[in-house]
Antibody, heavy 115, light 106 residues
Framework: EVQLVESGGGLVQPGGSLRLSCAAS????????MHWVRQAPGKGLVWVSR????????SYADSVKGRFTISRDNAKNTLYLQMNSLRAEDTAVYYC????????WGQGTLVTVSS | SYELAQPPSVSVSPGQTASITCSGD??????TCWYQQKPGQSPVVVIY???KRPSGIPERFSGSNSGNTATLTISGTQAMDEADYYC?????????FGGGTKLTVL
């Protein structure tokens, strides 16, 4: 059974940093593109970033470019999102999702940026 | 930047057909996916690559994509289909979601 479990969310002050993790199981993690998608409270889905199966290629939404870094450890079956210079508008539930069709999603982890 | 436009809400009576549109420039040249999200839950893909249905998704869900518009069609809509629906496409290496459509079954 495919499982994606996010962790690392929490309350952080504006300008602060946070690292999210997504632990994958039930499939060959190293064979799939992986993504981060976020959803602000009461709002729609917004794609954040993606990383190729071997980590050789990444891309970001303009709103996070230069502040967020996606990475992965295929030996640990884990996806990461390092978030720096956080702003109030980054407050959202962050989901990790598998493959270019987002065929599996985690349960999400809430990031709240507030003083 | 590329944008996908969806109607904020669609209403349908039980047993009838619901159609949700997603519009974007030359969208027909891109693959479109559709996601269903119920309150408090993670999204679930219901259509991928314009018209393919994942295993476990009922046959009443179908999709099409041509020109500037992709359409999600739910035939014989059931109360359990009430949810938010999002379209998604790739603009080069950037992922784009539509703003979402709340489907009400009444």
């Amino acid at each position: 059974e495919v499982q994606l479990v996010e962790s690392g969310g929490g309350l952080v002050q504006p300008g602060g940093s946070l690292r999210l993790s997504c632990a994958a199981s039930g499939f060959t993690f190293s064979s799939y593109w992986m993504h981060w998608v976020r959803q602000a409270p009461g709002k729609g889905l917004v794609w954040v970033s993606r990383i190729k199966s071997d980590g050789s290629s990444t891309s970001y939404a303009d709103s996070v470019k230069g502040r967020f870094t996606i990475s992965r450890d295929n030996a640990k079956n884990t996806l990461y999102l390092q978030m720096n210079s956080l702003r109030a508008e980054d407050t959202a539930v962050y989901y990790c999702a598998r493959d270019l069709d987002f065929d599996y999603w985690g349960q999400g982890t809430l990031v709240t940026v507030s003083s | 930047s590329y944008e996908l436009a969806q109607p904020p809400s669609v209403s349908v009576s039980p047993g009838q057909t619901a159609s949700i549109t997603c519009s974007g420039d030359k969208l027909g040249n891109k693959y479109t996916c559709w996601y269903q999200q119920k309150p408090g839950q993670s999204p679930v893909v219901v259509i991928y690559q314009d018209s393919k249905r994942p295993s476990g998704i009922p046959e009443r869900f179908s999709g099409s994509n041509s020109g500037n518009t992709a359409t999600l069609t739910i035939s014989g809509t059931q109360a359990m289909d009430e949810a938010d629906y999002y379209c998604q496409a790739w603009d080069s290496s950037t992922g784009v979601f539509g703003g979402g459509t709340k489907l009400t079954v009444l």
